[in-house]
């Protein structure tokens, strides 16, 4: 039997505003999909982080805001392509949306996967802990477009169809212990304890898959099992990846399916953010292997 996105939601506990507002966001993957062809290059300009932007990356985010402001459920937006928080003060809703409109934007030129992460907390602002969101999500555009969700009862994949309708691909995704890894920055940036924990894990079979999309690299750790690292770099202690677009939702969903995030330390989803471009070692996939991680850190 197919199962739309739609008929998913009224299933749960989610509210009607927040259903609302998935739908919506999910459905913003047609546009976005077809703006790829005529915004191929870099842009001219930097985000908050100094990264130069791609065209695309400018597009879905202006795409997104506008479309949010326009819905009247959204309070409090932080996008990893502005600088500062966006407040909608004529929002009927409390809703706060941290969001990373285009991850993997170096791969748009070569074709690769890339997606458009989310986390949805029910009010309070965008600057709280992982364990606070009320939803998360990401669409990946690969050869399907698919969304990833979560609304804290277990996680769903939805491919979107000829007719722009998400159907359900698979429910309750479990996350299973398994052997894929792959770690962003160079080794010779590496610290001696991450070096180590790599070594490790290749010295018991681990293989390597790193693409350069965070997003599409976390979508098959959610598969097939394994970690995603960007750890902390002998000269930048608190690595690539942002905390509030990138390490939040994807953190939220690997937990719901069964899976952990760490900062190395410990539970990424219990850190309170300090400012909206923070940027945080991780480690995300299989529970056992974070588990381990942690521990070989510590050695
Ligand atoms: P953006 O393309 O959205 O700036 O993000 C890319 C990214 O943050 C993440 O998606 C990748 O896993 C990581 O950077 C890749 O970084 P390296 O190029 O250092 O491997």
Known sequence: MVITLREYLDKTGAGEQLKDLIVLIARQAVPIREAFLHNQSYAKSFNASGEQQAALDEWSDRHITKVLEASGLVAELAS??????????????????????????????????????????????????????????YMLYGPMTVLTLTVGEGVYIFALNEESEYILLSGLVQMP????????????????????????????????????????DFHQILKYGGVYCYPALKEKKGGKLRLLFEAIPIGFIAAQA??????????????????????????????????????????
């Not at 990373?100 to 309070?124: F, W």
């Not at 001696?192 to 079979?205: K, R």
């Open 80 to 137: 990893e392509e502005q600088p500062d928080i966006v407040r909608f003060p004529g929002a009927r809703a409390e809703y706060a949306v941290v969001m990373d409109p285009l991850d993997g934007s170096s791969l748009i030129q070569v074709n690769l996967a890339v997606g458009t992460i989310v986390g949805i907390y029910e009010s309070g602002g965008v600057l709280q802990k992982g364990e606070n969101l009320k939803a998360a999500m």
């Open 258 to 299: 069964g899976g952990a995030i760490s900062n190395g330390a410990g539970n990424l989803l219990g850190v309170q953010p300090s400012s909206v471009h923070q940027r945080t070692p991780l480690y995300v996939g299989s529970k056992g292997l974070i588990r381990r991680m942690e521990e070989l850190l510590r050695e």
């Open 177 to 216: 212990e398994g052997k894929l890894y792959g770690s962003g920055g160079l080794r010779t940036e590496w610290t001696d304890a991450h070096a180590f924990c790599i070594d490790t894990i290749e010295h018991d079979g681990a293989k390597l898959r790193y693409s350069g999309s965070f997003v599409a």
